[in-house]
């Protein structure tokens, strides 16, 4: 049975850091995409950053700059490090896998993780 776990998101303050770490289980992704997307109350889920099987990686415009992908096969994990953090990024942040990564959309997911909730305070 696949899971994916999502740990590493908590409090913190506005200018902030966090790493989230998202491993998975019950099979290898390392020739899928992985990425994550995230919901804030009240609105959609949105597209935050994936990572391809060969490395090409994309982000969202709002997080451009701050937001850093990356994965490590062996551990089947999948990593999102989060910098300078505004308060618009309280959400909780979803990790995904599909496919390909033109397919890390959210009507092309293979396996969604259970999330994490981010909370940036301004």
């Known amino acids: 049975q696949v899971q994916l776990v999502e740990s590493g998101g908590g409090l913190v303050q506005a200018g902030g850091s966090l790493r989230l770490s998202c491993a998975a289980s019950g099979r290898s992704f390392s020739s899928y995409a992985m990425g994550w997307f995230r919901q804030a109350p009240r609105k959609e889920r949105e597209f935050v950053a994936a990572?391809?099987?060969?490395?090409?990686?994309r982000y969202a415009d709002s997080v451009k700059g701050r937001f850093t992908i990356s994965r490590d096969n062996a551990k089947n994990t999948v990593y999102l490090q989060m910098n300078s953090l505004k308060a618009e990024d309280t959400a909780v942040y979803y990790c995904?896998?599909?496919?390909?990564?033109?397919?890390?959309?959210?009507?092309?997911?293979?396996?969604w993780g259970q999330g994490t909730q981010v909370t940036v305070s301004s």
């Open positions: 995904a896998v599909a496919s390909a990564i033109v397919k890390v959309t959210t009507k092309n997911i293979d396996y």
């Open positions: 990572i391809g099987s060969g490395g090409l990686i």
